[in-house]
């Protein structure tokens, strides 16, 4: 999709999200699409990260290349927050977990960044690369909360569900055209279903841009996939990331009872998104990379319940004067989202 189609996009959204029935039919329809943006699978896996029975044709040195050539292009749509305090402190609570679980150099070298975006997200790229973006600092409670989040990406850096996710994408090329092709068929239907909502039904002209509008959505959906096909987990390398993050940062010495509470967050802002609480725009990132489910917070419980870590680290003050920076800076990327979106 070229750059005028999506701009033309971007503004007939924006159209349909600024009416109460357009709103509601978005919010409606995003779970499907969200969906189809993601892989899936049926078998339930416990490796723990050992990468045991894992296709994976690709080495870590090649990981490495390609993460090189992926943050260029991540810089420009995440661009790393200007200030040193604040990005050595998220790399402190980062290698805390690194090195607490014996990960320096094997067989990656971690970094980890703060980004301005207004969404609220964590993701990693292939060999060691961990971003995370202000607002999602900013809606953490405690240090061990964020600690969950960032041994959350952790986890899938180590059991290299990038490195597998593209491997297996090389080997189904086709199978990937044919996503994209299907986003059209869904985002063409969605769009008539939008149109009925909106439009009266004798006003052909609304008809037709909003069933344009959702077949546009649908090979957004299908690129977003192939641009940044990291950020697509399936729920399996989800359920094992949660795993994994939550032992790596109760063994980094944070409580048990606080790193996973992140995830009562992710499925308490789903649970307002489809009440269409007017969330959208805030947590759309959240949704599609980190799908939220009773599972996962249960799966957190239970992990809570049977680890003896009872005296972890809850907080500290230089979370707490991090937090309170990055609900600046995320205030200021909301206003900047909410301008543009007033120009278009």
């Known amino acids: 999709m070229d750059k005028l189609n999506l701009n033309e996009l971007e503004k007939d959204l924006k159209r349909i999200i600024s009416t109460r029935a357009g709103r509601r039919a978005f919010l409606q329809a995003s779970p499907i699409l969200l969906a189809g943006c993601a892989t899936t699978s049926t078998s339930d896996r416990h490796r723990e990260g050992d990468n045991s029975g894992q296709q994976v044709g690709i080495t870590p040195a090649e990981e490495k290349q390609m993460t090189a050539e992926y943050i260029p292009k991540m810089a420009k749509d995440y661009p790393p927050i200007q200030h040193s305090g604040f990005q050595n402190y998220i790399t402190r609570v980062g290698q805390k977990i690194v090195q607490a679980n014996g990960l320096v150099g094997n067989p990656y070298s971690y970094n980890f960044t703060v980004v301005d975006s207004a969404g609220i997200n964590a993701f990693a790229l292939p060999a060691g690369t961990v971003y995370v973006t202000a607002p999602l600092i900013a809606m953490a409670d405690s240090e061990a909360e964020l600690a969950g989040v960032i ?7 180590q059991a290299r569900h990038t490195a597998e996710r593209m491997y297996l994408q090389q080997k189904s090329q086709k199978k990937s055209l044919l996503w994209t092709l299907g986003g059209v068929a869904l985002g063409g239907l969605l769009g008539v279903g939008v149109g009925r ?16 509008t959702g077949a546009m959505l649908g090979v957004a959906g299908g690129l977003l996939v192939t641009k940044y096909g990291f950020m697509a987990n399936s729920r399996e390398d989800e359920m094992e990331a949660d795993r994994i993050g939550f032992r790596t940062s109760v063994k980094a010495g944070y409580h048990k009872d606080h790193v996973g509470r992140f995830y009562n967050k992710l499925l308490d802002m789903e649970k ?28 957190m419980m239970m992990m809570a319940g049977e680890a003896r870590n009872a005296n972890g680290q809850i907080s500290s003050k230089t979370f707490e004067q991090y937090r309170a920076y990055a609900k600046q800076v995320a205030a200021k990327a909301k206003a900047r989202a909410e301008a543009r979106s007033q120009q278009s």
Not at 197 to 212: I, Q, V
């Open 272 to 299: 307002k998104r489809k009440q269409g609480g007017g969330m959208l725009s805030g947590i759309a990132d959240a949704m599609s990379t980190h799908p939220p489910s009773q599972e996962r917070v249960n799966q």
């Open 197 to 212: 909502l909106m439009c009266d039904s004798r006003d052909k002209e609304c008809l037709t841009k909003a069933t344009k």
């Open 151 to 157: 041994g959350h990406e952790v986890g899938h850096i």
